[in-house]
């Protein structure tokens, strides 16, 4: 869905290189996925660690979430 959050997200994935997609995603894709997260204006950038009570990954925030956040962070940082 459109938000300026994710717009924000998906111009840092882009100016860093970060490879993405936008697609309709399956519920089997997302029970295999290694990261699953959402964004949000009001929560930011949420990983998801837990589907329909089945763990994701190892049921903690993955690298690519933690890459994401970190330069979320920093451009919210420079904003004046």
Do not use: C, H
């Not at 924000?8 to 029970?31: G, H, M, R, T, W």
């Amino acid at each position: 869905m459109p938000g300026i959050t994710r717009d924000v997200i998906l111009e840092l994935a882009k100016q860093n290189n970060i490879p993405y997609s936008e697609d309709i995603i399956s519920l089997d894709a997302l029970q295999t996925a290694s990261e699953i997260w959402l964004t949000s204006s009001t929560r930011e950038i949420i990983p998801v660690v837990q589907l329909d009570n089945e763990i994701i990954a190892n049921g903690k925030p993955g690298p690519i979430w933690q890459t994401m956040n970190q330069l979320f962070q920093a451009y919210k940082q420079s904003r004046p």
